[in-house]
């Protein structure tokens, strides 16, 4: 089946690091995406990764793929009360249109 | 550099009535999709459209909605008789090509059927 899976909820202290996971379906998917949806606001693009990368960079946030296993994280170093928000992955499968999200894991940081 | 735009942001209907919701795609952007989002859950997809063609409307229930993306204007998603089922978040995303590409979500339009 389609589904990209993700744990629903992640609680952190303000400045810890995060660690949101997911699998995703599709071995041949070529792009990752990470999105972050805050309260009453639509989906933001955050970074994505292309499935010949392991790592991406990208100031706090670090993402790993790991193809053989199909997972896909994304790290948060220094985490700050305003990284509190719904964080989505999402594929999109080789050659199409199709975008599958995750059902979103929603970040809570406690200051 | 304006991002994908969509209004009303808010949306009320009384039951039977029609929703129009719109959405102005980045400029450049030919590649259009409609989400919608019930509250505390992910994003299910609705349908797909490029400039004047319905690609991919299997997310969409085939009764009372409708999608249209002309040539000229902004793409218009159209639930007819509105039911309190019906109530939700609808997201609007648009892409610069048909994969390989990015979407760029817009605020969404959050339809209350009362």
């Known amino acids: 089946g389609e589904d990209v899976e993700q744990s629903l909820f992640l609680s952190v202290r303000e400045g810890d690091s995060s660690v949101i996971n997911c699998t995703y379906t599709d071995s041949s998917s070529t792009y990752l995406y990470w999105y972050k949806q805050e309260p009453g606001a639509g989906l933001q693009l955050l970074t994505y990764?292309?499935?010949?990368?392991d790592m991406k960079q990208d100031q706090r946030l670090t993402v790993l793929l790991n193809k053989k296993d199909k997972h896909l994280s994304l790290r948060i170093a220094d985490t700050q009360t305003g990284d509190s928000a719904i964080y989505f992955c999402a594929e999109n499968v080789a050659g199409t249109y199709k975008y599958i999200f995750g059902t979103g894991t929603r970040l809570k940081v406690l200051a | 550099n304006a991002g994908v735009m969509q209004n009303p942001r808010h949306l009320v209907r009384r039951r039977g009535q029609e929703a129009r919701l719109r959405c102005s795609p980045v400029?450049?952007?030919?590649?259009v999709y409609w989400y919608r989002q019930l509250p505390e859950e992910g994003l299910k997809f609705m349908v797909y459209l490029q400039k004047e063609n319905i690609i991919d409307e299997s997310g969409m229930p085939k009764e009372r909605f409708s999608a249209e993306f002309p040539k000229e204007g902004p793409s218009i998603l159209r639930i007819q008789q509105v039911v309190r089922g019906d109530s939700a978040a609808y997201f609007c995303?648009?892409?610069?090509?048909?994969?390989?590409?990015?979407?760029?979500f817009g605020n969404g339009t959050r339809l209350t059927v009362t």
């Open positions: 400029k450049g952007h030919s590649h």
């Open positions: 995303a648009s892409s610069l090509g048909a994969y390989n590409s990015p979407l760029h």
């Open positions: 990764i292309f499935s010949n990368m």
